[in-house]
């Protein structure tokens, strides 16, 4: 900022007297989101994964929204994160729904009870890799569960793991067999094959961007020269 303003008032003039907020940075998000809206009173922070919930009292959040969105606006754009400003009703129902969502899902899992899903999900096991990832000692800290129960989680949750390796696997195995296909009936160096289905195999994954997928037909461009250039000499 400078003395009585020396360094900031050069920026506020050369920007037309637009008004400019000092942040502290802060490594911790949390802290950094509250030293954002340090001037409004909230009653909550919550991070979740790439989304930051703000709760405040109802008389309070126009005042972090800011005219037409511009406080949460602009903190979202520093913090490159999504805000969602909530009531405590507002708050509370989305987490009891998000409760609620990972239950089911887990349920559908291990093929278990909802309440069942529903004690695994209030101890922290979200999911089945939160589970192996304990010895099933772990499990038995949970009063609700006898040894039985504990250990057919357990062996549940091993086997659905087991078969999402499997499943995540088979594209690969795909490759692997048109590989030793075109290898065999065109006679083509192994990497160009490889290659080639790789790269097919990313192109077609609904999640790949549109500026990516121009990328990877460009390098199927030249691998299925490459591959001609081998049939051709």
Known sequence: IGSKGKKINPVTQ??????????????????????????????????EEDEINIVASDENISS????????????????????????SSEYDDKQ??????????????????????????AYGYHAPEHIVSEEITALS?????????????????????QEKSEEEQKPIKEI???????????????????????????YTQPSVCRKFRVILVTLLLIFQCQALRQIIL
């Open 176 to 202: 692997e067999r048109k590989v030793s296909a075109m290898e065999k009936d065109l006679d083509l160096d192994p990497s160009v094959v490889f290659a080639l289905g790789t790269l097919h195999l990313i």
């Open 14 to 47: 050369a920007l037309c007297n637009e008004r400019i907020d000092i942040v502290h940075w802060n490594a911790n998000l949390q802290k950094y989101v509250a030293e954002c809206f340090k001037n409004i009173p909230f009653e909550k922070i919550s991070i």
């Open 96 to 121: 009891s729904n998000k409760f609620s969502d990972l239950a089911t899902k887990l349920a559908g899992q291990l093929a278990v009870e909802k309440t069942i899903a529903e004690i695994l999900v």
């Open 64 to 87: 972090i929204i800011g005219k037409n969105g511009q406080n949460v606006g602009l903190v979202s754009a520093l913090l490159k994160h999504k805000i969602n400003v909530l009531s």
């Open 141 to 161: 800290k949970i009063e609700a569960f006898g040894a039985e129960i504990c250990e057919a989680i357990h062996q549940r949750s091993r086997e659905f793991m």
